[in-house]
Each structure stands twice: as C-alpha cells, then as structure tokens.
C-alpha cells in the first residue's frame, strides 16, 4: 500500500483563511488581536520559528509585536516584559520562544503569563484544564495534528493510538486529546522495552522523538495513520522527521511529510488560540480597550 499524503500545507491555509475572517470581524468591531512574542538571545533557530510566527500573525491581520532581548538578560527583567503584556489589553497572546538561557527557570515564566493570554498552552492551569476536558488553550502542535486528523477524515473513535514521546508539549498532551476523542491510547518513551510491539498494533502511530528517519517500516502496521512530529537535520543539513518516510508510506494507509506536515499547523493553531483570546477578550468587554 502506498500512503495518502496528509498536506499540513494544504489544511493549514484552508484553517488560516478562516482566522483570517474571524480576524476581520472582530477588527471590525474595533478589537484587532495582538500576539506578543519574547525573544531571548540569538539561538538562529528560535529567531527563524518567531519570524515565522510574526509573519504568519499579520499574514492573518492580526497585531504583531516583537520583544528582543540579550542571552544576559535577567530573570527579573524578562518576568516584568511579561508582567506588562499581561496588563496590556491590546495584546491577547503572550509567547515566549523557547529554549531560554540557562540562568532563567522556564517554568518561572511560563507560570508567569496570564493564562487567558497563554496562547501556547503551556502554563499548569491550561495543562490542567485540558486534561479534565474543561475549555483552555491546547498545546497547538498535538492541537495541529487532531485538526489534521479530522480534516483528513479520520476516524478517531475506537481507535488504538500509539504514542511515541511523552514531552510536557508534544507526546503527553497529545495522548490526553486522542483520549478525550475516544481512541485507546499508548504512550511510549526511551524506556519502552522492544518499541516495535507497541508500535505496529497503533491504528494511529503519532511520533515525536527527536531522532532522525527512527521509524522505519518494521514499525508500522499495514493501513495505519502515520503521523511525524520530528524537525531534524540528516547527515545533508536536510530537514527531515523521525519517520523514514520512503518505507514507511508503503504500510501506511496514510502520512505525513517532513516539511509540510505538522510544522505548518502548529503556527496556525497559535494563530486560532490568539483569536479565541481575542474573541473571550470581546465578549468580556476588556476590547476594544
Ligand atoms: P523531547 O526531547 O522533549 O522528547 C522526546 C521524547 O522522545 C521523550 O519522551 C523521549 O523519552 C522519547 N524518545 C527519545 N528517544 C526515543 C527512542 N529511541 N524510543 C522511544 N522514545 C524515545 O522532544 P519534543 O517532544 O519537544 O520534540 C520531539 C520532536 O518533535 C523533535 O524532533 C522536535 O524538533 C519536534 N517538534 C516539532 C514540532 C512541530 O511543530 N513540527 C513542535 C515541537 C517539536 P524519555 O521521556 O524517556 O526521555
């Protein structure tokens, strides 16, 4: 069996045309969302996601702004740039790109943002609220992917979903979505003892590991869903996923690609998040300012 593309492209601007309506309306009523992104220091593959993710924000007509600051800079200093984006109304989402230097406490800042503006979905109480099912923003890359799913028809209920990954972004609120969907879910992780076992019983085989072409076709059963989360270089500097594509798509009655799979929806879900903000922002009456 050959496999049928999932184009992440292709479903991503069809989603992003909606935003772009839902950005439209609300600009109308005078309340244009804004998405602020954090910048720390010169890591070049942080600056090229937020030049990704500031193009794509006003691709959609949304307000876009952009804090830049040193690898010095301190805990105390980064925690108030935050403290007064929370506080401003013209801003609805709050990013701040990660990895950060090692002298600042990722969780510090997370925990810092406001989470009605915590678009990436990764503050405790968004987290929290995800898992018992109550409305919050959803880590947008597995929030890409069930969008993805869906939009490729795919049924999700009753299904044995294999998770290979169990990161606090990726694998673990991943399981949790799937799970809310009425799939069977199995996490797996560096420690599972033989991977393959688990892997070829997965209707759906979702993996986000980090390592280069990993899932070969051994791993795979016949007309499952392949879904590859992985941005890694080959040996060529070559973008490419933790699934060997090439013998994986022969089993797979459905994959993604590396590009154009799962990237281009995660943007896009940080894009719905900052609308949804917007929209609550609106209908609380806290904007237009
Ligand atoms: P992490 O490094 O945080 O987590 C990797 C997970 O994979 C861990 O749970 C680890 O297990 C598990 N793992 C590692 N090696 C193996 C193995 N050989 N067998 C089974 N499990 C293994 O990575 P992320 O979740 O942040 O990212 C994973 C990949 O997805 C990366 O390539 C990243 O670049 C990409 N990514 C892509 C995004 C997109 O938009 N397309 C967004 C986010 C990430 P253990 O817990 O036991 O250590």
Redesign the pocket.
Known sequence: MTGKLIDGIAIGKEIREEIKEGVRKLSEKGCQPGLAVILVGDNPASHTYVKNKQKSSVEVGMKSELIQLPTTVSEEELLSHVEQLNEDDSIHGILVQLPLPDHIDENLVIRAIAPEKDVDGFHPENVGKMIIGQQSFLSC?PYGIIKLLERSGVEIRGKHAVI????N???KPMGQLLLQRDATVTY?????VN?SNYTKQADILIV????TK?ITDEFVKEGAIVID????RDENGKLCG?VDFESAKEKASAITPVPGG??PM?ITMLLKNTLQSAEQAFADGRCPQ
């Open positions: 890359t290979v990954g169990r990161s972004i990726v694998g797996c992780h560096s420690k599972t991977l986000a590991i980090g390592r990993f989360v992985g941005m890694n933790d799962v990237g995660t």
